[in-house]
């Protein structure tokens, strides 16, 4: 972790996050997505499965409905409107083609010019395994940003009116061992990320033990601390940037 990361260009007006599950966005990156609502960017999100696995006491059916909840209350809090749930099961999300097809049509739906996504990687940091969703989802959106833009890909996706959007000029991976970029946050967007995160307040509950306000302050202050000093001191949201075109 050596070296200045580049200022992610802000030349853009609408983004797509893709992650595998409720509160993949809320470690961190919801920081981002507070900063570029607040300056009037468009930023949805879809989310492969509901997390149903995610909670140990809770059983999946229920933890689906509390997930939801608490990641729509999460969304809204840093100006994110649309949110979508595709119908993957929570841990065994497969990478491939059927998937990739589901991502390259909301890409196509969404048409956004920046898609972010999660640490597709082995590792979190070189040491710590990643989970097989993460890098499945973060794999097949990397892949589908370019699969979108391909008119002889996925031809059913244009029969069904869903045009090619070769648009995409950025995929953005978050909490990446291999960083390149950073967003800068301010205040507010920090007070808003740590709300957000608070949102999955059953899953924060059962997984810490903790106040959900409390965890979520020293969580998000920790990660966007830890970028500082390759963003000129200053409080940031770490990518792993692929450009396109
Ligand atoms: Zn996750």
């Known amino acids: 972790m050596n070296g200045r990361l580049t ?60 997930r939801e909840a608490e990641q729509r209350a999460s969304a809204a809090v840093v100006g994110v409107g649309s949110v979508e ?18 991502l ?60 090619p959007w070769d648009g995409v000029r950025r995929v953005a991976v978050a909490g990446s061992p291999q960083p390149t970029h950073a967003v800068e946050v301010g205040e507010q967007d920090v007070e808003r990320a740590v709300a957000s995160l608070a949102e999955h307040r059953a899953y924060i509950e059962a997984l810490s033990g903790r106040e959900p306000a409390e965890y979520a302050r020293d969580v998000v202050t920790g990660v966007l601390d830890s970028v500082a000093p390759r963003a000129d001191g200053r409080r940031a949201v770490a990518f792993e940037v692929h450009p396109r075109g």
């Open 104 to 163: 390259a049509a909301a890409i196509r739906r969404h048409r956004p010019e920046l898609v972010v996504t999660l640490n597709h990687h082995d590792t979190w940091d070189g040491v710590n395994w990643n989970t097989p969703d993460h890098r499945a989802v973060g794999r097949a959106t990397l892949d589908a940003a370019a699969d979108a833009g391909n008119r002889w890909i996925f031809t059913d996706l244009a029969d069904r009116g869903l045009r």
């Open 7 to 66: 200022p992610l260009p802000e030349d853009w007006r609408r983004a797509l996050a893709i992650v595998a599950h409720p509160d993949d966005l809320e470690y961190g990156a919801a920081a981002a997505v507070a900063h570029w609502t607040a300056s009037g960017k468009e930023v949805s999100y879809l989310l492969v499965t509901r997390g149903e696995a995610g909670i140990a006491t809770m059983e999946p059916g229920e933890a689906a409905r509390v």
């Open 85 to 102: 749930f595709l119908d993957h099961r929570d841990g065994v999300i497969e990478e491939g083609v059927a998937l990739r097809r589901e």
